[in-house]
């Protein structure tokens, strides 16, 4: 079974500008999550999907960050416009119908903003 | 907006040794709790696992303990190989909100 896939796997931007990550869950998988992991830091959730409706998006910034999974499969994170503050990895995981706790992460991108 | 304390930050310990991790939360409605761990350049990967009803769980050389009224909670790891080496989270969550917060991680490093 193939894990979740995220690119790119790195990203080098200058402040102001506009980024985007995309990441492909699990097949099968209803629940999609988008993580910010900071450096020494843990994951913190960002946005929660349900298929492709929003569940949770209360620690998203929503003036520069945004994020859609049209069609229940695959999802964009994008940030525009980016901030210093915003470096960091961003990690997708995903889980099945009937487990929503067991959480299968990407291997994440990580974002530099210069 | 820290709801699960971890510590220590850092631990090293001898091959063969114990290894002994801690965290503690604040959320009573939190009823699942995980442990990831994270090898560098990699996404964190689900260890082990336990619910409030019992106050131990076991998985080969991992160990869960789980005090309720105290609300903490520890990974044992036994017989530490260097292979082990990585940073663990722990991490807590209402079961079917999923609203997972995580600990501030600890970097484990096994001495062969």
């Known amino acids: 079974e193939a894990g979740v896939a995220q690119s790119p796997r790195y990203k080098i931007i200058e402040k102001r500008q506009s980024v985007a990550f995309w990441c492909n869950p699990i097949?099968?998988?209803?629940?999609l999550y988008w993580y910010q992991q900071i450096l020494g830091q843990g994951p913190k959730l960002l946005i929660q999907?349900?298929?492709?409706?929003?569940?949770?998006d209360s620690q998203l910034p929503k003036d520069r960050f945004s994020a859609e999974r049209l069609k229940g499969v695959d999802s964009t994170l994008k940030i525009q416009p980016a901030k210093l503050e915003d470096s960091a990895v961003y990690l997708c995981?995903?889980?099945?119908?009937?487990?929503?706790?067991?959480?299968?992460f990407g291997p994440g991108t990580r974002l530099t903003v210069l | 907006q820290q709801q699960v304390k971890q510590s220590p930050q850092s631990l090293i310990v001898q091959k063969g040794g114990i290894s002994i991790i801690n965290c503690a939360y604040e959320?009573?409605?939190?009823?699942?709790f995980p442990w990831y761990q994270q090898f560098p350049g990699k996404g964190p990967a689900l260890l082990i696992a336990?619910?409030?009803?019992?106050s131990e769980k076991k998985e080969g050389r991992f160990t869960i303990s789980f005090n309720k009224s105290a609300k903490q909670f520890s990974l044992h790891i036994m017989d530490s190989q260097p292979g082990d080496s990585a940073t663990y989270f722990c991490?807590?969550?209402?079961?079917?909100?999923?609203?997972?917060?995580f600990g501030a991680g600890t970097r484990l490093t096994v001495k062969p």
């Open positions: 995981a995903s889980s099945p119908v009937g487990s929503v706790s067991t959480q299968y």
């Open positions: 959320n009573t409605a939190f009823d699942y």
């Open positions: 097949s099968g998988h209803a629940t």
């Open positions: 991490a807590a969550s209402t079961y079917n909100n999923n609203d997972m917060r």
């Open positions: 999907f349900q298929n492709n409706g929003v569940v949770d």
């Open positions: 336990i619910r409030p009803d019992v």
